[in-house]
């Protein structure tokens, strides 16, 4: 005679596995390494397989503090690569005094008078460097033509504004993820080790094949690495972008130097995206090749660019602020601050 299963018992074992799952998944979600990577982040992959393993170079602390702008012998008008003040920190070491503001804090658009937004605000220097990544540059140019005056004020931080891992993350447990991240996170780093080509997760992250990417990453799955969806999606910058630069430049009253920096994809991946661009950009005399310059450097420095990450490492960034001391010495061979 079969056994009567009561509704208690039923319920019990419903319990019983239902506690056994979730805690299952805990488990698996508190041993995930919390992700120190943007893309590894967004897109839900693991930086133990991600994740940088070189350790990067320190700075003193002294040269990562802004000077405020009626102060100031340089701005720079930039994005999150300038963030760090990490590439800053060549030009502040050699004497220039640099004060350092975003695109996004004033609406993504410089507008026509900007020289007056700038002189308002107390800036009495001789440069202004524009700094943008490729993928944004084409709207910023946009915007910009379309806005006749700056609404917000100008704003800049002492310190900065985001401040990079100095050292590999000692293992802890993920108390502040989501229950099914764990899960997710496995789930989606099998499909990027197994899958032989790109994989996409989460729309915005790509796990991308790097044609000799163990010479170029220090990441444990070092031949592939994380890109952003973005770079392909917003397309390519044209000669038409570089005649933007010019006119804008040409009615500023105080000296421009633009630098382009080039997306993760196009240096490693994409070499001729925006090649158009690039050539009209080298005769143009607005700035530094920053495309020509990322494929010479990312093959002689590994983790150039983080590998679970889109932007620069800090290897990257003080080489880019070397190239910039020299761009800078161009338009102001001696800091102004040192003859007032």
């Given at each position: 005679?079969?056994?009567?299963?009561?509704?208690?018992?039923?319920?019990?074992?419903?319990?019983?596995?239902?506690?056994?799952?979730?805690?299952?998944?805990?488990?698996?979600?508190?041993?995930?390494?919390?992700?120190?990577?943007?893309?590894?982040?967004?897109?839900?992959?693991?930086?133990?397989?991600?994740?940088?393993?070189?350790?990067?170079?320190?700075?003193?602390?002294?040269?990562?503090?802004?000077?405020?702008?009626?102060?100031?012998?340089?701005?720079?008008?930039?994005?999150?690569?300038?963030?760090?003040?990490?590439?800053?920190?060549?030009?502040?070491?050699?004497?220039?005094?640099?004060?350092?503001?975003?695109?996004?804090?004033?609406?993504?658009?410089?507008?026509?008078?900007?020289?007056?937004?700038?002189?308002?605000?107390?800036?009495?220097?001789?440069?202004?460097?524009?700094?943008?990544?490729?993928?944004?540059?084409?709207?910023?140019?946009?915007?910009?033509?379309?806005?006749?005056?700056?609404?917000?004020?100008?704003?800049?931080?002492?310190?900065?504004?985001?401040?990079?891992?100095?050292?590999?993350?000692?293992?802890?447990?993920?108390?502040?993820?989501?229950?099914?991240?764990?899960?997710?996170?496995?789930?989606?780093?099998?499909?990027?080790?197994?899958?032989?080509?790109?994989t996409v997760f989460n729309t915005e992250t790509m796990a991308r094949p790097v044609q000799d990417g163990c010479k170029f990453f220090s990441n444990r799955l070092c031949?592939?690495?994380?890109?952003?969806?973005?770079?392909?999606?917003?397309?390519?910058?044209?000669?038409?972008?570089?005649?933007?630069?010019?006119?804008?430049?040409?009615?500023?009253?105080?000296?421009?130097?633009?630098?382009?920096?080039?997306?993760?994809?196009?240096?490693?991946?994409?070499?001729?995206?925006?090649?158009?661009?690039?050539?009209?950009?080298?005769?143009?005399?607005?700035?530094?090749?920053?495309?020509?310059?990322?494929?010479?450097?990312?093959?002689?420095?590994?983790?150039?660019?983080?590998?679970?990450?889109?932007?620069?490492?800090?290897?990257?960034?003080?080489?880019?602020?070397?190239?910039?001391?020299?761009?800078?010495?161009?338009?102001l061979p001696e800091p102004p601050s040192r003859h007032p």
């Amino acid at each position: 005679m079969a056994r009567i299963t009561t509704p208690a018992k039923v319920w019990l074992l419903t319990f019983f596995v239902g506690f056994a799952v979730i805690s299952a998944m805990l488990s698996v979600t508190l041993a995930t390494p919390i992700p120190y990577g943007d893309l590894s982040r967004i897109g839900r992959l693991s930086d133990h397989q991600f994740g940088w393993l070189a350790p990067p170079p320190k700075v003193d602390p002294e040269l990562l503090r802004g000077t405020p702008i009626d102060q100031a012998d340089i701005v720079v008008i930039g994005d999150s690569f300038s963030m760090t003040y990490r590439w800053q920190s060549a030009l502040v070491k050699a004497g220039y005094r640099v004060s350092t503001t975003y695109w996004l804090q004033f609406g993504e658009a410089l507008c026509g008078d900007m020289d007056d937004w700038l002189a308002k605000a107390g800036f009495r220097g001789k440069l202004v460097i524009v700094e943008s990544v490729e993928r944004l540059l084409n709207e910023r140019l946009r915007s910009s033509a379309q806005c006749p005056t700056m609404t917000r004020p100008y704003e800049a931080k002492l310190v900065p504004f985001s401040s990079p891992l100095e050292d590999l993350p000692a293992f802890a447990l993920n108390w502040n993820a989501q229950l099914t991240s764990g899960l997710t996170t496995y789930r989606n780093t099998q499909r990027a080790i197994k899958t032989p080509g790109d994989t996409v997760f989460n729309t915005e992250t790509m796990a991308r094949p790097v044609q000799d990417g163990c010479k170029f990453f220090s990441n444990r799955l070092c031949d592939k690495a994380l890109f952003l969806s973005e770079d392909i999606r917003n397309g390519e910058l044209t000669p038409a972008n570089v005649e933007a630069m010019k006119t804008f430049t040409a009615a500023r009253r105080t000296p421009l130097l633009w630098m382009v920096i080039p997306n993760k994809t196009t240096v490693y991946v994409d070499h001729d995206h925006s090649k158009d661009f690039v050539t009209a950009l080298r005769g143009s005399n607005l700035g530094p090749d920053l495309f020509g310059w990322a494929q010479t450097r990312h093959a002689l420095t590994r983790d150039f660019f983080f590998p679970n990450d889109t932007h620069l490492s800090m290897h990257g960034q003080l080489e880019l602020g070397e190239l910039m001391l020299n761009e800078v010495r161009k338009k102001l061979p001696e800091p102004p601050s040192r003859h007032p």
